[in-house]
Structures are given as C-alpha cells and as structure tokens.
C-alpha cells in the first residue's frame, strides 16, 4: 500500500520558454525518471532517467538509439529537473507534460542474474530502471525490486531498434511494441520464454 502516491508519481504540466536552465519545480520528490511530452503539437516523447543519466535521450515514439542532448533536460534536482533550449522539452510557449517517477534512492550493481546490471530500485511502488550489456545469448538480469514485475518495457540504446514489452496478462512467449501498435505476438526470444522471477527476467538472444 502506498499511503502518499504524489511521493512516488508525479505529473507536471509547465509552458516551455525557450531558454536555457528552465527549472521545473514542485514535483514532491526528486524524480530519477522524466518521461516528457509536447501537448499541443507532434513532437517526440522524450525519455531520460539517471541511470544512464541526464542529457542522455531516448524516443520512445522512435526506434533511434541514445542520443546525448546537452541541451534537453540537462539535469534532476531534489524537487524536479532543470531544461536547456531543446525544443521538445522546453519550447517557448509550447504545453508540455513531464510524467516522473520516483525509482529510489541510489544506483547500484546488482549481480542477481547471470550478468551484472546497473539498478535504482523503489520496492515501495514497484518501479526500477536497469541497464546492462547483451551477450547475444540468453541471460537473466537483476531487477532489484523484491517482486516479480508485471510490465517491462526494453530498449537497445546502442542500436536503433523497436521497444519490445512484456506484460503479465500474455505472458514470456509473447511481445508487443511500446511504439507500434500491434496486439500480442508469439515469440519466445525476446524473454527465453521464461517468466520473471523476485530478483531476476530472462532476455533471449
């Protein structure tokens, strides 16, 4: 049971102005993730957490790789997140929406799975971010959350490529993509066909 849900998430709708060192403020917590949104107009969603750390984007409406953007949200600070000029995050006068997330309290390694993963983990409200390096064959990888996750969403941030999900409600022998809009597939590679477990999921080759 969360007893305040505004220390966990939080959503901030904010103007844009155009210039450099916007401060969003008054999120309730410092946010370890931003996933941040143009309201009145076709721009990318724009994804940076602190894990990979800030300037580092990805497009989660694009198949692009990471790309580093010293001009987008250029840093988190205690009660939200401070932005450069980039106009998909801080246009002047443009409506945006930055949904954030509260995912702990330090990043460390996590060696539960078959290789070692990089995880900030809130076992409070079932959120972590995780990276690690493919092997090209299958693995499992530490989640750090104490329970078994019901909804993943992946990205190889080296490559352009899709954003494979798993979800609980189709289990690991099927997929979908967070950026196409495709029911359910069967395919057993992207999770061995292996559900999660408390410490750890299984990614295939």
């Known amino acids: 049971t969360i007893n305040k849900s505004s220390l966990h998430m939080n959503t901030k709708l904010y103007t844009g102005n155009g210039n450099a060192n916007h401060a969003i403020t008054g999120v309730g917590f ?3 993730f931003v996933w941040s949104k143009r309201r009145d107009g076709t721009n990318a969603h724009v994804l940076v957490d602190r894990v990979r750390g800030a300037t580092k984007v ?3 409406s694009l198949t692009n790789a990471q790309a580093t953007q010293t001009d987008s949200l250029s840093s988190f600070t205690s009660d939200g997140f401070q932005l450069g000029i980039d106009g998909k995050v801080n246009g002047n006068n443009q409506k945006i929406v930055g949904w954030t997330w509260n995912a702990g309290s ?3 390694t996590n060696n539960d799975g078959n290789i070692a993963s990089q995880v900030r983990a809130n076992q409070t409200n079932g959120v972590s971010i995780v990276t690690w390096t493919g092997t090209g064959s299958a693995q499992t990888v530490g989640h750090g959350l104490g329970a078994k996750p019901k909804f993943i969403i992946a990205k190889n941030i080296s490559n352009t490529g899709m954003w494979p999900v798993y979800h609980s409600s189709y289990g690991a022998t099927k997929y979908t993509y967070l950026n196409n809009m495709i ?6 590679h992207f999770w061995n066909n292996t559900e999660p477990t408390t410490s750890v ?5």
Request: aromatic share 16%.
């Open 30 to 32: 410092a946010p370890d």
């Open 58 to 60: 990805l497009y989660s």
């Open 106 to 108: 330090s990043t460390v």
């Open 183 to 188: 029911e359910a597939k069967s395919y057993q």
């Open 201 to 205: 999921f299984t990614v295939g080759n």
